[in-house]
């Protein structure tokens, strides 16, 4: 199993910056890639960005140029830094990762981002 925990979400105005972390713990060596997913009040979970052990990065076009995805594996930590940010990137922010023997995934429990003057 994998748990995961997500922090640094809060409140900021557009054009600010946020850094957001995903810990994970348990059966840490079967992680593969691991993403950052939002989801915004009557809407869908979209995906943000991924990264994949290797550093290989993924971003939707929504975000790319703003945001960028890094992992650190001896904190097994995935951050996601958010720049010149708007109101339409409110939203739960979620992290992912995936089980490539199982192909399994397993989300945090999300962390809210607000963006409002």
């Known amino acids: 199993q994998v748990q995961l925990v997500e922090s640094g979400g809060g409140l900021v105005q557009p054009g600010g910056s946020l850094r957001l972390s995903c810990a994970a713990s348990?059966?840490?060596?079967?992680?593969?890639?691991m993403g950052w997913y939002r989801q915004a009040p009557g809407k869908q979970r979209d995906l943000v960005a991924t990264?994949?052990?290797?550093?290989?990065?993924i971003y939707a076009d929504s975000v790319k140029g703003r945001c960028t995805i890094s992992r650190d594996n001896a904190k097994n930590t995935v951050y996601l830094q958010m720049n010149s940010l708007k109101p339409e990137d409110t939203a739960v922010y979620y992290c992912?990762?995936?089980?490539?023997?199982?192909?399994?995934?397993?989300w945090g429990q999300g962390t809210q981002v607000t963006v409002s003057s």
């Open positions: 990264i994949t052990s290797g550093g290989t990065t």
């Open positions: 992912n990762a995936m089980v490539p023997r199982t192909l399994l995934t397993y």
């Open positions: 348990g059966s840490i060596s079967s992680i593969g890639t």
